[in-house]
């Protein structure tokens, strides 16, 4: 049984880690629920077609980083790869359409996804995410970007840029794709070879293209922003006042692309320039037609998720100790060992955060191990009498067994 490792792109979350992750959830608790976010949990796995039908079948993640398997009794499942499409599953199963509207839920889960690993790329990673369903007003959208702005500002992420963009509705979207293909198709000899073998499944993807004869050819390229409807760029402008009322920098990409099919109207996404190539730590957007597509009634909708692990490796927090010990039950002889157990018991009963000796040590092993811990307070057991010892002022005093929780409360709590 030697040598097993985690799989490839996994990773073990120690305590160290635990902590810090635990004050992600924290503040992403504090400042979404502050804006009537409430949280939601979907399961770890759904039917292989919800991400087919919502994510789509032409996108990366639906192409070729699914886990799928079969249920053994011939379904297709899948492993979540996102949080979007199964909230809008459970918006639909349960009926929220008949709550008020709109309907806001963030969740805190594991996703996943089989990419190539590095650094800020995994296999399971985590995400922190907000939906709202039931309104297509622009103040939604702008109160989400803020609220995404405000969770990485509080959890001290470095070198943020927030760009923005709108894609429109899908049906002029179309036809920008088509009269895009046709520009590249014109300046081919201009392109990157891997450009060109893109043009007919992702002509967007031009855009990001580094290659110097490309990058030349595309500032000449059809944008997205001159095909998008008079309704849909009156709604993108509403989103960027308010944006601007609040004193929120953004810059405006037409050439923004994002991984995922379902997007309609306000796209965005937030880097950060102290992560590496993975520089992507959140983003989301608008989402009208998805509800739909997964059999709801028209609902529109939209919603971000940001990469817990990102925000841990942009942001350069103190470690966050651990819970401090109040007291630490020492004892002197095996005997006392049920006297301990009990002791510690009672005072977690009382409220603090209690330990005994649970390794067999000696005494001098008790107190040097109490030590490591940071114990405030020693209870130390002998026969006869207890001896509580502040570990601090390094005093000692005899006192009743019984009078042990009473005398710590008393300085501590
Ligand atoms: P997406 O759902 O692709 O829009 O991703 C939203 C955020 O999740 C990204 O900005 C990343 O912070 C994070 N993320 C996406 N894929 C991964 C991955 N494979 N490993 C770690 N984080 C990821």
């Known amino acids: 049984m030697s040598g097993l490792q985690a799989p490839r792109g996994t990773f073990d979350v120690l305590p160290d880690d635990a902590r810090r992750r635990a004050l992600v959830e924290r503040v992403a ?15 770890a796995f759904e039917a292989t077609e919800l991400f087919a039908r919502g994510v789509g079948e032409a996108t990366d993640i639906v192409a070729k980083e699914m886990y799928t398997f079969d249920d053994g009794g011939g379904r297709s499942l899948t492993l979540r790869p996102e949080g979007t499409a199964p909230v809008c599953r459970a918006y639909v199963e349960h009926g929220m359409h008949k709550l008020s509207q709109p309907v806001r839920l963030w969740y805190l889960s594991s996703f996943f996804r089989h990419e190539a690993p590095q650094a800020g790329r995994y296999r399971q990673f985590w995400q922190v995410g907000a939906e709202a369903l039931g309104s297509d007003d622009p103040a939604l959208d702008a109160e989400s970007i803020v609220l995404l702005a405000e969770l990485l500002a509080e959890l001290g992420v470095r070198d943020v840029r927030l760009r923005i963009a709108s894609l429109g509705a899908a049906p002029e979207r179309a036809i920008y794709r088509d009269d895009l293909a046709v520009f590249l198709r014109e300046h081919s000899e201009q392109l990157s070879a891997e450009v060109r073998a893109r043009i ?19 500032v000449f ?5 001159d095909y998008i409807s008079v309704a849909d760029r009156a709604h993108f402008a509403d989103v960027c006042e308010l944006l601007d009322e609040v004193g929120l920098v953004y810059e405006l990409d037409a050439t923004l692309v994002r991984g995922l099919d379902y997007y309609t109207r ?46 841990l490796l942009a942001s350069d927090g103190p470690p966050v100790a651990p819970v401090p010990v109040d007291l630490f039950v020492a004892y002197t002889a095996p005997g006392l060992r049920n006297a301990a157990f009990t002791l510690a018991s009672a005072a977690r009963r009382a409220g603090l955060a209690a330990q005994l000796e649970l390794a067999g040590r000696g005494l001098k092993g008790q107190m040097k191990f109490a030590g490591r811990l940071g114990a405030r307070h020693v209870a130390i057991l002998g026969a006869e009498e207890t001896v509580l010892k502040d570990m601090e002022s390094g005093e000692q005093r ?16």
């Open 29 to 43: 608790q504090r400042v979404l629920e502050a804006a009537g976010y409430a949280r939601i949990e979907t399961p």
């Open 200 to 218: 007919e499944l992702n002509p967007l993807r031009a855009f990001d293209s580094d290659h110097p004869g490309t990058r030349a050819a595309m």
């Open 221 to 225: 390229a059809p944008r997205l922003a």
């Open 266 to 311: 306000t796209v965005f996404e937030f880097t950060s320039d102290a992560l590496g190539a993975q520089s992507g730590v959140g983003g989301g957007g608008r989402y009208d037609r998805l509800v739909e597509q997964l059999g709801g009634q028209p609902t529109p909708g939209l919603g971000w998720a940001a990469g817990v692990e990102r925000i």
């Open 398 to 413: 005899e006192v009743g067994r019984g009078e042990v929780i009473a005398a710590i409360k008393r300085v501590t709590l």
